[in-house]
Nanobody, 121 residues
């Protein structure tokens, strides 16, 4: 069974940095796109950033220039480096990945359990 496990959330100061990690484990043949989404209290889940297997990235306008998504394909891990954090970045952050367990299996879209990021002084 394949699962995604996030880490790195917590309390950060406004203007400060925080780095999230998300590792995929289990039987994995390939991983296509990976991404980060977030959900603030009372709001819908929204896209933060995505990255393809080839390294092409896409960002929400609200985080461009502040957040950087990257991945280590050898470790089946995606990262989100968050800089210049703002209180409005406070949310539960979820990672997402399109995973194929074997060469013949269909692609599964999996979600992590979420990690809370709180930006406050």
């Amino acid at each position: 069974q394949v699962q995604l496990v996030e880490s790195g959330g917590g309390l950060a100061q406004p203007g400060g940095p925080l780095r999230l990690s998300c590792a995929a484990s289990g039987t994995i043949f390939s991983i296509n796109a990976m991404g980060w989404y977030r959900q603030a209290p009372g709001k819908e889940r929204e896209l933060v950033a995505t990255i393809t297997s080839g390294g092409k990235t896409n960002y929400a306008d609200s985080v461009k220039g502040r957040f950087t998504i990257s991945r280590d394909n050898a470790k089946n891990t995606v990262y989100l480096q968050m800089n210049s954090l703002k209180p409005e970045d406070t949310a539960v952050y979820f990672c997402n990945a399109e995973i194929r367990s074997t060469w013949s299996s269909r692609i599964l879209v999996l979600w992590g359990q979420g990690t809370l990021v709180t930006v406050s002084s």
